[in-house]
C-alpha cells in the first residue's frame, strides 16, 4: 500500500480506488490497441472511413490512460502499463476477428464499447463513494466514450431505429448478423 496519497483521502481508500483504476487503465490500453488492430485490418467499401475514424480515437483512449496511470501514481500508487499488466488484469477475451469488412468490425467494436462502457461506469459509481475527483475524471471520459459508441452504431442503425447487432452476444455473432 501506498505510504503517501493526496490530501483528504486515507491511504486505504486510496489503495481501493487505485485498484479500480488499474484495471480500467489495462483496459483503456487494451481498447487503443484493439481500436489500431481495426484501423489495419478494416477492407471493402466505405473503408477509408471507417479506416480513418478510428485513429483519432485512438488518441483519445491512450490520452484517457495516460490520465487514468497519473491518477494512480497521484494517489500515491504505481501504474503498471505493461503487456503482462493487461493480460492479468483482464476479464474479457481478446478482439477475434482478422481482416474483415467495415460493417463486420463496426458490429465487433459496438460490443467492444458495450463492455468497456459498462465497465467504466461501474467503476464510477464503485469511486463515487469515496473519491469524486476520480470520479469526475471518469465520467468526463465516458461521455466522449459514449460519443464515439454512437458513431459506431450509427453505421449499424436502420431507418427504424434498430441496430443489426441486435441480441449478439459475441463479436463473432455480432459481425455475422451486420455482413
Ligand atoms: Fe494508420
Known amino acids: 500500500m501506498a505510504?503517501?496519497?493526496?490530501?483528504?483521502?486515507?491511504?486505504?481508500?486510496?489503495a481501493t480506488v487505485s485498484h479500480t483504476l488499474q484495471e480500467r487503465l489495462s483496459a483503456l490500453n487494451d481498447l487503443h490497441l484493439t481500436l489500431k488492430h481495426i484501423h489495419w485490418n478494416v477492407v471493402g467499401t466505405n473503408f477509408i472511413g471507417v479506416h480513418e475514424m478510428i485513429d483519432p480515437q485512438v488518441d483519445l483512449v491512450r490520452g484517457y490512460?495516460?490520465?487514468?496511470?497519473?491518477?494512480?501514481?497521484?494517489?500515491?500508487?504505481?501504474?503498471?502499463?505493461?503487456?503482462?499488466?493487461?493480460?492479468?488484469?483482464?476479464?474479457?477475451?481478446?478482439?477475434?476477428?482478422?481482416?474483415?469488412?467495415?460493417q463486420a468490425h463496426l458490429a465487433a467494436l459496438d460490443l467492444v464499447y458495450v463492455g468497456f462502457i459498462t465497465s467504466h461506469r461501474e467503476a464510477i459509481k464503485s469511486v463515487g463513494e469515496i473519491d469524486p475527483v476520480t470520479e469526475d475524471i471518469l465520467i468526463g471520459q465516458t461521455a466522449e466514450l459514449e460519443k464515439f459508441h454512437w458513431f459506431v452504431r450509427a453505421h449499424l442503425e436502420s431507418y427504424t431505429g434498430d441496430l443489426s447487432t441486435s441480441g449478439a452476444q459475441t463479436e463473432a455473432q455480432a459481425a455475422n448478423q451486420a455482413r
Do not use: H, M, Q
Open 3 to 14: 505510504t503517501f496519497t493526496t490530501p483528504g483521502i486515507t491511504t486505504e481508500n486510496a
Open 65 to 102: 490512460a495516460d490520465t487514468i496511470a497519473e491518477r494512480i501514481a497521484t494517489l500515491g500508487d504505481s501504474p503498471r502499463g505493461t503487456a503482462n499488466a493487461i493480460e492479468k488484469d483482464r476479464s474479457w477475451n481478446d478482439y477475434t476477428l482478422g481482416r474483415d469488412t467495415v
